[in-house]
Nanobody, 124 residues
């Protein structure tokens, strides 16, 4: 089992940057693939990024490709989401998620463990 705690959210102007962090408990962090998802008010949860256990593979939807970068530090049990060129439509609660072997990294139902979320607000 793994527990996840996100941090780094906040208020930023359009065009700005934020880096989210997700700290995981336990000694088996490197066995988990990790994902970031977001949910805006009144909308369904949306895939943002995913990374393999080693960090060698990453996945993004077109909506964030080229602006967001997911990375991980297995020695620190932490996954990051660097968000650049932020837009008002990026406003949402951002969640990190973990799973031992997500067949479809972009599908939220593949992930067993979730953090509590961190709010990101982008002003225009």
């Amino acid at each position: 089992q793994v527990q996840l705690v996100e941090s780094g959210g906040g208020l930023v102007q359009a065009g700005g940057s934020l880096r989210l962090s997700c700290a995981a408990s336990g000694r088996t962090f490197s066995k988990y693939a990790m994902g970031w998802f977001r949910q805006a008010p009144g909308k369904e949860r949306e895939f943002v990024a995913a990374i393999s256990r080693s960090g060698g593979s990453t996945y993004y939807p077109d909506s964030v490709k080229g602006r967001f970068t997911i990375s991980r530090d297995n020695a620190k049990n932490t996954v990051y989401l660097q968000m650049n060129s932020l837009k008002p439509e990026d406003t949402a609660v951002y969640y990190c998620a973990a799973d031992l072997n997500p067949v479809r990294p972009a599908a939220d139902r593949e992930y067993d463990y979730w953090g509590q979320g961190t709010q990101v607000t982008v002003s225009s």
